[in-house]
């Protein structure tokens, strides 16, 4: 996460090297979204639904991102998309992840 804001900062600011790092970290959280709802599953969590739901739709809005209207402007749209999947995983892993466990 760190790493794409680090190149933002930058003076030049490779539009490529940022798309790498926000592809990366979509990866990793469809990863993770799996492996917390196989152990949601798992434990009979019941708020399992929901959780998978928020999971579902954060995946959307990265998936209906378009990329190539932030490639026209990466420095304005890219800060943007960075505070939104920041601020998004933040509080939900504050909100909702502390409180998964065993019913």
Not at 2 to 9: D, K, M, V
Not at 57 to 77: G, L, M, R, S, Y
Not at 84 to 103: G, Q, T
Request: with cysteine; glycine share 0%.
């Amino acid at each position: 996460g760190n790493s794409a804001y680090e190149l933002l900062r930058k003076d030049v600011c490779k539009y490529e090297d940022v798309l790498l790092i926000i592809q990366d970290l979509h990866q990793y959280n469809k990863y993770h979204f799996k492996t917390e709802e196989e152990y949601m599953l798992k434990i009979n969590y019941n708020e399992y639904l929901t959780q998978k739901s928020d999971h579902d739709k954060f995946i959307q809005i990265i998936d209906k991102t378009n990329f190539q209207q932030v490639a026209q402007d990466p420095k304005k749209h890219l800060e943007a998309f960075l505070a939104l999947i920041f601020n998004w995983l933040l509080e939900h892993i504050v909100l909702k992840d502390k409180l998964i466990k065993a019913e």
